[in-house]
């Protein structure tokens, strides 16, 4: 069946400009996950779904983030006036469970680049 | 908070040759520890995984086996491929799922 979708595969935009990037989960997948990906920091947490509900999202770095999920499927990730600081490969996962030890499938990946 | 610490690379190793990428971690309660591997060009698959203490995750040849007396779960492969040449991340998940990775390890094998 199909994986992990995220759209657009890249990104490039000017700095303080807004962008949303897109995560199709695996159909069924309750859990849905964002993280960052960058030279400096390696794999970040930023979010995680629980059907529309977000309860951790501890890892977002500033409240120029934010994420929305809806019918327990399609998740955006929105970054407001972003910053080059933000340019990075935001990753989509999704799991059918949540409990310890459920897999997490990730998707291609969003390369963002903020000039 | 909770923790991956994984050893730096990047590994250069000739094919054949034993590998082994060390992992610790830090963590209260009993985690969840994986394996994730990103080959060139494509996204983050799971390697293999341990739910529980002594538990040995297997898959492709490479093995890692939970050890909870020194926080351990250490990456090997007897004979490794060109192939095998990849980003290879330790990660734990605790309480809520979130997956927590260590730096990653560039694993280059030369023919």
Same mark, same amino acid.
């Given at each position: 069946g199909a994986g992990v979708s995220q759209s657009p595969s890249n990104k490039v935009t000017e700095k303080g400009k807004d962008v949303e990037l897109r995560c199709d989960p695996i159909s069924g997948h309750t859990a849905l996950y964002w993280y960052r990906q960058s030279l400096g920091q390696g794999l970040e947490f930023l979010i995680y779904f629980q059907g529309n509900s977000a309860p951790d999202k501890s890892g977002l770095p500033s409240d120029r983030f934010s994420a929305e999920r809806t019918g327990g499927s399609v998740s955006t990730l929105t970054i407001q *006036? #972003?910053?080059?600081?933000?340019s990075a490969v935001y990753l989509c996962a999704s799991s059918s *469970? #949540?409990?310890?030890g459920g897999e997490q499938y990730f998707g291609p990946g969003t390369r963002l680049t903020v000039t | 908070g909770d923790s991956v610490t994984q050893m730096e690379g990047p590994v250069t190793l000739s094919e054949e040759a034993f590998l082994t990428i060390n992992c610790t971690y830090t963590a209260t309660g009993y985690p969840s520890l994986f394996w994730y591997v990103q080959y060139p060009g494509e996204g983050l698959q799971l390697l293999l995984k341990a739910t529980k203490a002594d538990d040995k995750g297997s898959n492709k040849g490479f093995e890692a086996t939970y050890r909870k007396e020194t926080t351990s779960f250490h990456l090997e492969k007897g004979s490794v491929q060109v192939s095998d040449s990849a980003v290879y991340f330790c990660a734990l998940t605790n309480q809520g799922g979130k997956l927590i990775f260590g730096q990653g390890t560039e694993l280059s094998v030369k023919p």
């Open positions: *006036r #972003t910053q080059q600081e933000d *469970r #949540t409990e310890v | -």
